[in-house]
């Protein structure tokens, strides 16, 4: 399957990993768009929440619920966003479902609808 992010988890192409068990991993994003800007993966490959199974919703809940224990280290003791991206209108780039965690800076949050 010709998935960038299946190959980043199989190590088939660099990415720099800052956390990885046996459902997640996290690696800086290429094009940060905030001070702090990771993906967290889920290493079962899907691409939209329409596609999860129970054991996916289960096996990215408790990778989301490691997070607090890694704020720190993340530079994240601050606080943090999560976004997950779905679809054309959000801009969805990688169908391989992730979690944008962005921080290290306060977050703006845009009014969209008069932008
Ligand atoms: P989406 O637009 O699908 O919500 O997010 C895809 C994200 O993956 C983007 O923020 C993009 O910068 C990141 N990305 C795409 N290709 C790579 C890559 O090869 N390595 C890393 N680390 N991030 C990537
Ligand atoms: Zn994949």
């Known amino acids: 399957m010709n998935c960038i992010f299946c190959k980043i988890g199989r190590g088939e192409i660099p990415s ?18 905030a001070e702090k800007h ?3 993966i889920p290493k079962h490959h899907y691409k939209l929440i329409s596609d999860m ?8 809940m408790r990778g ?18 999560l976004v997950i991206n779905q679809g054309d209108d959000a801009g ?11 921080g290290g800076q306060y977050l703006d949050f845009p009014d969209l609808k008069n932008k």
Do not use: C, S, W
């Open 38 to 40: 990771y993906l967290m």
């Open 92 to 102: 969805q780039t990688v169908f391989h479902l992730h979690v944008h965690i962005l």
């Open 64 to 81: 989301l619920r490691k997070l607090p224990a890694l704020a720190d280290k993340l530079g994240l003791k601050n606080g943090y966003r």
């Open 16 to 33: 720099e990993k800052v956390y990885e068990d046996e459902d997640v991993f996290i690696i800086k994003d290429i094009d940060p768009k």
């Open 53 to 60: 199974t129970d054991d996916d919703a289960a096996a990215l």
